[in-house]
């Protein structure tokens, strides 16, 4: 049976990919929200340690000052990498990796932004609130655009460096600095 993330729940990660959250969802660093307000005149998409509030995108958590942050900020917005979230029943929440209309990868976070499962198969939850259902892989999301080809099958991701070996099948989607997204 092929489990996919249902439309509702994709279509919310769609929406928070491109649309600004409110103030009350602040990311846990300050610092990364004050600098999407001076480099994108936004809110990051995000809140804590999730999304683009996740350290980890910005020279793998690693920074001097907030000049220097505001550098990676501007790479990971220029890098055309694409994140949206969504929260889950039991406290956690699906971080997907999107290329253009195509999801590459999906992970379950933490709270903190630790990735504690990696690949679509591990968004599936039994009993009720689950965030699966079996159907088209297809998602109208707001602006019109579809999702398409997230499965059971899809990869997951781990934050890593932009620099290192990769295993069989493992590819690198740089964020900022000497961080990157590694698709498993």
């Known amino acids: 049976m092929s489990k996919i993330l249902t439309p509702l729940l994709f279509g919310a990660l769609l929406a928070l990919a491109g649309q600004p959250l409110s103030a009350s969802a602040q990311c846990r660093d300050p610092w990364i929200a004050k600098a999407y307000q001076q480099v994108a005149r936004r809110n990051p998409v ?6 683009e509030c996740n350290i980890k995108l910005y020279n793998n958590g690693s920074w001097g000052n907030y000049n220097e942050l505001v550098g990676y900020v501007q790479q990971f917005l220029n890098s055309g990498t694409r994140v949206g979230y969504a929260p889950l029943s039991n406290g956690n929440f699906a971080m997907a990796i999107l290329s253009g209309n195509q999801v590459s990868a999906v992970s ?12 679509g198969g591990n968004v599936v939850a039994a009993g009720g609130g689950n965030v699966v259902a079996a159907g088209g892989g297809n998602l109208v999301a707001a602006g019109g655009g579809n999702i398409t080809g997230l499965s059971n099958s899809t990869p997951g991701f781990a934050f890593g460096m932009s620099r290192g070996l990769l295993a069989a099948g493992e590819q690198r989607k740089p964020t900022s600095g000497n961080g990157a997204i590694v698709i498993k």
């Not at 995000?46 to 999304?51: S, W």
């Open 46 to 51: 995000g809140q804590g340690e999730i999304c």
């Open 108 to 119: 379950v976070l933490n709270a903190g932004g630790n990735v504690v499962a990696a690949g």
